[in-house]
């Protein structure tokens, strides 16, 4: 089993829809999540990070927490053509002194206009 | 406030030649963590300094090393290259506390 499962896509949405991004991990110690965007031929862009149980909201992106299902997600709302990209999910365990970042492979999104 | 940098932004090399990458961090941050992203591997770790210590490693052979320096800026060196090594790799930078980390533009080798 991966450490971090996401699926790879391709989701397709339509513009101003809402784009659903699934992650879920393995170890039960992670107490640190994160998205991130990549661009193709860009590096990780943060998005959102949450690290309690239930939902957390930026502007149009919203981070759900569900540490007994070990799961995690991102919502877009109005979805835009500028958010097609490939969306990352990374865990930690979020000890000091321990920086090592799990990713999933990825979740490449597509808005159709 | 600036962002990670990386230097060069583009390397070709070929097999068994060395290559020496450099991550400047985020001003005031003291962790410097490495990746490579591959097409078939994704983002994967490879170690991480702190305060010129190599504190975490992933799992690569010994052939990838690096070091920190007392402004916290790193490098990373790869030995006897293989065309397997051929990758983006990225470094992130945080304060060290198991906190967000940010990353630089990468490093786009190619191994011929």
């Known amino acids: 089993q991966k450490e971090v499962e996401q699926n790879s896509g391709p989701l397709s949405v339509p513009e101003g829809a809402i784009a659903s991004l699934n992650c879920t991990y393995s170890d039960r110690g992670s107490q640190s999540f994160f998205w991130y965007r990549q661009y193709s031929g860009k590096s990780p862009e943060l998005i959102m990070f949450i690290y309690s149980n239930g939902d957390k909201e930026d502007g149009r992106f919203t981070a759900q927490l569900n540490k007994a299902s070990q799961y995690v997600s991102l919502l877009i709302r109005d979805s835009q053509p500028s958010d097609s990209a490939t969306y990352l999910c990374a865990v930690n365990l979020g000890d000091f002194g321990n920086e090592k970042l799990t990713f999933g492979t990825g979740t490449r999104l597509t808005i159709i206009p | 406030k600036a962002g990670v940098t990386q230097t060069p932004r583009y390397l070709i090399k070929t097999r068994g030649q060395q290559v020496t990458l450099s991550c400047s961090p985020i001003?005031?941050?003291?962790?410097v963590s490495w990746y490579q992203q591959t097409p078939g591997q994704g983002l994967q770790f490879l170690f991480e300094?702190?305060?010129?210590?190599?504190?975490n490693k992933g799992n690569f052979p010994g052939r990838f090393s690096g070091r920190q320096f007392s402004n916290s800026r790193s490098e990373m060196n790869v030995s006897t290259l293989e065309l397997g090594d051929s990758a983006l790799y990225l470094c992130?930078?945080?304060?060290?506390?198991?906190?967000?980390?940010?990353f630089g533009p990468g490093t786009r080798l190619l191994v011929l």
């Open positions: 992130a930078s945080s304060t060290g506390q198991g906190g967000t980390q940010y």
């Open positions: 001003s005031g941050h003291r962790s």
């Open positions: 300094y702190f305060s010129e210590t190599q504190r």
